[in-house]
């Protein structure tokens, strides 16, 4: 006990013994003791009810009442609940200020922000931009299952998946499908997650500016090259001998811009492609053409094998899966030095069936992994050049792969070599046809 509290208790029981004993000095002065003494108790026990009756009306009051003077326990129990109070009422402001605050940031942001409940789905609550963006109206939209509220934009099955959702990176807009929208999915707490949708209208169209653009030259380029690449093949170089390292040179070079024309073309096509054919691939002619591809490449420098242990095919379109295959090994041959081995091996995985080439070359530093498969993204780019490399290879094999939800693996170790997979899920393998068709050229 606090001596504020402790001193205020004794003087109350020294109180009570006052008025004990004056009631029984008047008993004796009276002669009659008992009923005095008597008398003087249940003034004492009506004053008590009193003051309980006193600290219940401040206790339910919603007025701020005064602090009571005096030095009683009665009053050091008003002062310590009249304290609390106090501090509970400090603190509920506090908290009110500061709920309204993050209320008003996430009201002002320019991303539409939804709070929905985890288990039915339903709208808790939203900011503004929530109705311009998605079309979300306040107070009718609160309670309604989302997924029903955002239509025609199918999001019910997404939602569903939770913490598992991938963001949207483009989807129309409820509100109006040229507006495109990324969504995001946060789950931040047992039962509440948080919608989070931003406008990207602008971003796409710059995209799309920028992928005409590179197509467009791209295109208006492959005329031209055309025209040079067909006059250097022309002149001989045994007319001018003291021409000839020039030539060559020249021919080396213009070879080179094409194929950077082409594979930016290839990467343009891909780009605006949703998805791909579905033919049946042929894997077994898919080896085959890349075992002859990389001894074409190799002109004997390395050991190469093929292995299909899988024994299935693939549904999917046989140009660009060959495309993306062609390029992992064309960079198997031109990233291992001479004498080096180079493995093509298609076999079963876990969850599907992996084509994966094996080189025994230079390997890659780990460091740069996570960029490998960005356009122009080169580790080293005199040896990408001097192998005749345009950096749009793994990038041409990320966008193949994409389309056909498959995944690449990167495994390298500097000075040992790498492993390039690429792995599919079972909806893209087909059971083997005995006849073959589909097989690239
Ligand atoms: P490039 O046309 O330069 O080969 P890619 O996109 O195909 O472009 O590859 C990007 C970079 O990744 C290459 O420049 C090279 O440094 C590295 N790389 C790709 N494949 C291999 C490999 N099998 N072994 C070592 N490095 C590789």
């Known amino acids: 006990m606090p001596p504020r509290t402790h001193s205020a208790w004794s003087r109350t029981l020294g109180q009570l013994a006052l008025v004990l004993g004056v009631g029984l000095m008047l008993g004796f002065a009276t002669g009659h003791v008992w009923p005095v003494l008597a008398l003087t108790a249940l003034g004492v026990v009506a004053w008590h009810y009193w003051r309980l009756r006193k600290l219940l009306v401040r206790l339910t009051s919603r007025r701020h009442m005064p602090l009571p003077q005096g030095t009683g326990v009665w009053n050091e129990l008003e002062g310590l609940l009249h304290e609390q109070q106090d501090d509970v009422r400090n603190r509920k402001r506090r908290l009110v200020a500061m709920l309204r605050a993050y209320r008003a940031a996430a009201a002002a942001l320019p991303d539409a922000v939804v709070v929905v409940e985890r288990n039915s789905q339903r709208v808790q609550w939203f900011n ?73 209208s602008k971003m796409m169209r710059l995209e799309h500016m920028r992928r005409d653009f590179v197509a467009n030259v791209s295109h208006e380029l ?164 001097e192998s005749g490399g345009t950096g749009l290879g793994l990038a041409i094999v990320k966008h193949v792969l994409n389309l056909h939800q498959a995944r690449l693996d990167i495994h390298s170790e500097v000075g040992r070599g790498s492993t390039f997979s690429c792995h599919f899920g079972n909806g893209r393998v087909l059971a083997r046809e005995t006849t073959q068709v589909g097989a690239p050229a």
């Not at 598992?164 to 807009?173: C, M, Q, W």
């Not at 093949?233 to 094409?258: I, V, Y």
């Not at 190799?298 to 095919?313: C, L, N, P, R, W």
Request: charged share 25%.
């Open 128 to 200: 503004e931009a929530a109705t311009p963006l998605l079309g979300l109206r306040y107070p009718q939209d609160i309670g309604m299952p989302l997924g029903e509220r955002l239509q025609p934009l199918q999001v019910a099955h997404w939602l569903s998946r939770g913490r598992h959702a991938e963001p949207i990176l483009d989807a129309p807009s409820p509100v109006s499908p040229d507006m495109r929208l990324s969504l995001r999915l946060i789950p931040y707490s047992e039962e509440l997650w948080l919608l989070v949708a931003r406008d990207v």
């Open 222 to 385: 492959r005329t031209p090259l055309t025209v040079v690449h067909g006059y250097l093949d022309m002149l001989d170089p045994d007319e001018q001998p003291e021409w000839a390292p020039m030539l060559k040179e020249m021919q080396h070079q213009s070879q080179r811009m094409t194929q950077l024309v082409e594979d930016l073309l290839t990467l343009s096509r891909l780009e605006a492609q949703d998805g791909v054919e579905e033919d049946a691939v042929s894997m077994a002619s898919m080896l085959a053409t890349l075992k002859r591809e990389a001894e074409a490449l190799s002109q004997g420098k390395h050991a190469i094998s093929v292995s299909d242990e899988a024994g299935v095919d693939l549904c999917g379109s046989t140009r660009e899966l060959h495309s993306a295959f062609s390029n992992l090994v064309s960079n198997a041959v031109r990233y291992t030095p001479a004498g080096g081995s180079i493995d093509i091996r298609f076999a079963r995985d876990a969850d599907g069936v992996a084509l994966s080439v094996r080189d025994s070359g230079y390997g890659i530093p780990p460091a740069h992994l996570p960029r490998i498969t960005e356009r122009f993204y080169r580790v080293s780019t005199s040896r990408s050049r």
